[in-house]
Nanobody, 113 residues
Framework: QVQLVESGGGLVQAGGSLRLSCAASKIIFSIMGWYRQAPGKQREMVASITRSGSTNYADSVKGRFTISRDNAKNTVYLQMNGLKPEDTAVYYC?????????WGQGTQVTVSS
């Protein structure tokens, strides 16, 4: 069974940092990424990375968040610096392979002002 297991969420003050990790099993995904969903809002893409290391970021996080990937460990990371209260959301790991789309269970990130 394909699994994406996230860790690293929590509560942090504005301006602080957190690092999310997502370990994948069974499949080496062509694209891995992070999405987030705040209460009452749609899920949105935060950042993504291909196996070769090409990255893509939402405008709202450019310059503050960095996505990276360790292919040997089949793990993707999201380093979040300069966190703002509007970054508060449940963050989901995503893995794409061909037409298949897989999701982690989500990890809560809360940024206090």
């Amino acid at each position: 069974q394909v699994q994406l297991v996230e860790s690293g969420g929590g509560l942090v003050q504005a301006g602080g940092s957190l690092r999310l990790s997502c370990a994948a099993s069974k499949i080496i995904f062509s694209i891995m990424g992070w999405y987030r969903q705040a209460p009452g809002k749609q899920r949105e893409m935060v950042a993504s990375i291909t196996r070769s290391g090409s990255t893509n970021y939402a405008d709202s996080v450019k310059g503050r968040f960095t996505i990276s990937r360790d292919n040997a460990k089949n793990t993707v990371y999201l380093q979040m610096n300069g966190l703002k209260p509007e970054d508060t959301a449940v963050y989901y790991c995503n893995g794409k392979m061909l037409v298949s789309n897989y999701w982690g269970q989500g990890t809560q990130v809360t940024v206090s002002s």
